[in-house]
């Protein structure tokens, strides 16, 4: 497939499911009147050409559980309204040419249990905003600007099993905390820190 997403598809109001993941040809922007598909729980358009903001009315979709743009064009900023999206369960960003700080209101989706958000141009201390995601199994954050130290708090993280921060700006020390992580499987965290000390755990 490719071309552009018709605006028409605002009137299947009963989807549940949109997925046009890996057609590496669909193009233009998410057209706003998806936000009327109010029953939508997931929506995954990985893979593709698409560009420009996300639209606002993305925001409106509070049933989503599952949110996959990466790989595409899209710029822009996070809205705030992100944390309108309280029942996400996976959300997928990566390598989009985002701008601008993680907005803090993404510490309202409590649910989240898959976060990756590698190879854009984020910034700001977002580690410090994931304290309510403690059912994270994955968050993956490799390739941005993002600054700061890994909280303690990440050691409340018993579910996590890959943590990726590699090419990033963080300080400080590793956490004692980080050893109560039995689940951890991959930890990628080499040549990203400035002035980093060691700390055993």
């Avoid at 996400?88 to 989706?109: A, C, H």
């Amino acid at each position: 497939m490719d071309g552009n997403l018709p605006s028409e598809l605002s009137a299947l109001t009963q989807l549940l499911s949109l997925d046009f993941d890996s057609n590496l040809n669909l193009v233009g922007t998410l057209p706003a009147e998806l936000g009327e598909l109010n029953l939508l729980t997931s929506l995954d358009v990985d893979l593709n050409a698409f560009s420009g903001p996300l639209p606002e009315s993305l925001y409106q979709l509070t049933n989503l559980e599952v949110l996959d743009i990466d790989t595409n064009s899209f710029s822009g900023g996070l809205s705030s309204s992100i944390g309108n999206l309280v029942n996400l369960d996976v959300l997928q960003i990566d390598s989009n040419p985002f701008q601008g700080p993680v907005p803090s209101e993404i510490g309202q989706l409590e649910n989240l249990r898959f976060f990756t958000a590698a190879n854009t141009q984020l910034t700001g201390e977002i580690l410090q905003l994931l304290q309510s995601q403690t059912g994270l199994e994955v968050l993956g954050l490799g390739g941005n600007d993002f600054v700061g130290t890994i909280p303690d708090f990440f050691g409340n993280f018993n579910n996590l099993e890959v943590l990726q921060l590699l090419n990033n700006r963080f300080s400080g020390t590793f956490p004692t905390s980080l050893g109560n992580l039995s689940n951890l499987r991959k930890f990628l965290s080499v040549i990203t820190w400035t002035q980093i000390a060691t700390s055993s755990f």
